[in-house]
């Protein structure tokens, strides 16, 4: 018979107690009270998810555009402003024309999360400051 060395006996015990917090771990997995359910959307929604996406990031385009252009067409090139107060006079227009231009194209306003602010105004001063710097050169 072959002796044991005390590296496979550890090896052995590792083995043993690496065993029973796995059960304990499913054991807490399997409490009913902590499960959660995720809603899966139907095609329908998903569609709709992703038509609404494409509306606001053509509207949020435009404006941008539109505000290149007016930027360009009052300020020129904005050396006698502050051009930091120009971009947030921009953002704060921009922002109240969304929340009355959305419902009109039939998207619910009240379901945007602080993310989609975010992503609709970064767009607009993205396309604002483009437009208004090509108009520069």
Request: no cysteine; hydrophobic share 45%; proline share 4%.
């Amino acid at each position: 018979m072959s002796k044991q060395t005390p590296k496979s006996k550890s090896i052995k015990e590792l083995a043993k107690v690496k065993e029973a917090p796995v059960e304990i771990v499913t054991a807490s997995v399997e409490d009913p009270e902590k499960k959660i359910f995720i809603k899966q959307k139907t095609p329908e929604e998903k569609q709709k998810a992703h038509r609404d996406g494409i509306i606001k990031t053509i509207v949020a385009a435009m404006l941008g555009t539109i505000a290149g252009v007016v930027a360009f067409s009052q300020y020129g090139a904005g050396q006698d402003r502050i051009w930091y107060a120009v971009l947030m006079i921009i953002i704060g227009i921009t922002y109240y024309a969304q929340k009355l231009i959305y419902p009109s194209l039939q998207i619910d306003t009240k379901e945007f999360k602080a993310k989609d602010w975010f992503f609709v105004e970064f767009i607009v001063v993205d396309f604002f400051l483009v437009t208004w710097t090509l108009l520069l050169n």
